[in-house]
């Protein structure tokens, strides 16, 4: 049962150009969702979060839209560069009442020159 | 502020050998976590500590493993006899509010 799901596994964009990763859930309990960047042999570093009472929300050239209606969010990021390329994944947590945070299986970004 | 530490980085075991990682939280941090994440997939929760406590275990943690936090500080994770299903990455997180700061983990192979 993937409750959070990426249906991208890969995105390529040039540099410069608007990158736009997406997002499905289907548990309604969440309303806590945040976006995490993996490089290879490093841990998951947090990114951007989202509480469900907003629906867009902005960090520099990072921004989380959130669309309950549509179980969906999604995140730009302008412009591109080539230190973005990593595995992002997206977390969801409020379920529960200690955060534990359900992922999606990530989507690979490679932002070329 | 040093982050949160994951020992060791690496470790190859045999089947049927058990095996121990260390996590060190972010200092003051009074909430920590264990997730494990296998080739192509997310972090998929194991247990979370409040404190000492430990209040919530996934039913992926089987009776081979354990995990403790004495004095609320850092924590431990032990497999007990190791079957080469366990190899996978385990990530350590911890927390005061809602932003969980991760690891870099411990990857584990059972040959």
């Known amino acids: 049962d993937q409750q959070v799901k990426q249906n991208s596994p890969s995105l390529s964009v040039q540099e410069g150009r608007i990158s736009i990763l997406n997002c499905d859930y289907t548990?309604?309990?969440?309303?806590?969702f945040l976006w995490y960047k993996k490089y290879p042999a490093e841990g998951p570093t947090f990114l951007i979060s989202?509480?469900?009472?907003?629906d867009k929300n902005e960090d520099g050239r990072f921004t989380v839209f959130l669309n309950k209606s549509a179980k969906h969010l999604s995140l730009h990021i302008v412009p591109s560069q080539p230190g973005d390329s990593a595995v992002y994944f997206c977390?969801?947590?409020?379920?529960?009442?200690?955060?534990?945070?359900?992922f999606g299986t990530g989507t690979r970004l490679l932002v070329s020159p | 502020d040093t982050g949160v530490s994951q020992n060791p980085r690496h470790k190859i075991t045999k089947r049927g050998q058990n095996v121990t990682f260390r996590c060190d939280p972010i200092?003051?941090?009074?909430?920590l976590y264990w997730y494990r994440q296998t080739l192509g997939q997310g972090p998929e929760f194991l247990t979370y500590?409040?404190?000492?406590?430990?209040?919530?275990k996934s039913r992926l943690l089987s009776d081979r493993f354990s995990a403790e936090r004495p004095k609320g500080s850092f924590s431990t994770l032990e497999i007990q006899r190791t079957e080469q299903g366990d190899s996978a990455m385990y990530l350590c997180?911890?927390?005061?509010?809602?932003?969980?700061?991760f690891g870099a983990g411990t990857r584990l192979s059972v040959l």
């Open positions: 989202i509480s469900s009472i907003k």
């Open positions: 200092s003051e941090h009074n909430r």
């Open positions: 500590f409040q404190n000492e406590a430990q209040l919530e």
């Open positions: 997180a911890s927390s005061w509010g809602d932003i969980q700061y």
């Open positions: 977390a969801a947590s409020g379920d529960t009442g200690f955060q534990k945070l359900v």
């Open positions: 548990n309604s309990m969440f309303d806590y």
